[in-house]
Nanobody, 117 residues
């Protein structure tokens, strides 16, 4: 069974940093576009960043210059480096793997990120 397992969330003060990891199993990782999404209480899930199979990246405007997405195909892992965190970044962060125009896609279970003093 396909698994996406996120880790690295936690409580951090404003201005701090976290690095999220998402380890994939049972998929040919290099064939999948990977993304990080987040959902805050009472809000819809939104795209944070994604990275294509060729390494192209895309970010939501609110995280540009602060977050960096990367992938390691040898380790079947995608990362999200989050710097200069703000309270509005507080959310559950989810990893997604998709291909074939989302006809095949998988989600992780989510990891909580809380930015608070």
């Amino acid at each position: 069974q396909v698994q996406l397992v996120e880790s690295g969330g936690g409580l951090v003060q404003p201005g701090g940093s976290l690095r999220l990891s998402c380890a994939a199993s049972k998929i040919i990782f290099r064939l999948y576009n990977m993304g990080w999404y987040r959902q805050a209480p009472g809000k819809q899930r939104e795209l944070v960043a994604n990275i294509g199979t060729g390494g192209s990246t895309n970010y939501v405007d609110s995280v540009k210059g602060r977050f960096t997405i990367s992938r390691d195909n040898a380790r079947n892992t995608v990362y999200l480096q989050m710097n200069s965190l703000k309270p509005e970044d507080t959310a559950v962060y989810y990893c997604n793997a998709n291909r074939n125009n989302w006809s095949t896609n998988f989600w992780g279970q989510g990891t909580q990120v809380t930015v608070s003093s």
